[in-house]
């Protein structure tokens, strides 16, 4: 018998639920790892596929990771921003439906737990279970109705971690030219940064860490070849020199 994820015991149960639970964001690092990764070595590839100076890879890529790092993490903050505002608007909503029409919101809990399979005289139980505390009974409605999520991610969480993902990896293309190397090493160690993204993210899922690893990896250096092929492909039409 495989070993379960935690136990059951009541005291584990009372402290686990008692905690709560956590906001994760494990989707904002990856999405920024992912993304800086890419897009700073589509950068390298590029001006390399230019054969243009080593400085002007450097340049263009320190420029990259801080303006689009920072314009991921403002997007972030504002898309996170607009989910907790919109919640807090349809809380509003059925606040003030459960204040003014509390038989019509009794009918939507009932009609919600019926389509679930109760019926007769527990789910009427359900129903003033759930109709006796006005904020459980709102939190019920944002998670049947709407689908919303008790759990309000932080917009400045969410930004931050975007950004530092995007700036930590986004700076390995760069690190071989700041030690002498080239576009082969930069490719090979934004290759492994791919993958350590890619298997890191298989913790989260039911995908086997090496198929994950190998997804995340074709999918930055298809960006990264096509990068290299847009800029080789401009200076041979346009005759660009170093």
Request: with cysteine; proline share 3%; hydrophobic share 45%.
């Amino acid at each position: 018998m495989k070993a379960l994820e935690h136990g059951h015991s009541v005291d584990e149960i009372r402290r686990r639920l008692a905690a709560g639970p956590r906001s994760s964001y494990v989707r904002d690092w990856i999405y920024g790892g992912i993304d800086g990764a890419v897009t700073t070595f589509a950068v390298v590839a590029g001006v390399a596929g230019a054969d243009l100076p080593v400085d002007t890879v450097l340049i263009l890529g320190a420029a990259n990771l801080i303006a689009d790092g920072f314009s991921m993490a403002a997007s972030n903050f504002s898309g996170t921003k607009a989910e907790r505002d919109d919640y807090d608007r349809l809380a509003a909503v059925e606040r003030k439906h459960v204040t003014q029409d509390p038989d019509g919101e009794r009918e939507e809990i009932r009609q919600i737990f019926a389509a679930k399979g109760f019926s007769g005289a527990g789910l009427e139980r359900i129903v003033a279970t759930i109709t006796s505390n006005e904020p459980g009974w709102i939190r019920t409605m944002l998670a049947e109705e709407y689908g919303l999520a008790s759990t309000q991610r932080s917009p400045w969480a969410a930004a931050a971690t975007t950004f530092l993902a995007f700036f930590v990896c986004g700076l390995v293309p760069l690190l071989p030219y700041l030690t002498g190397g080239g576009l082969g090493a930069s490719a090979v160690a934004t290759a492994l940064t791919f993958f350590a993204i890619g298997s890191a993210k298989s913790r989260w899922s039911t995908t086997v860490w090496w198929r994950s690893g190998l997804e995340t990896l074709s999918i930055g250096m298809t960006a990264a070849a096509l990068a290299f092929l847009v800029g080789f492909g401009l200076k041979s039409a346009f005759g660009l020199a170093v």
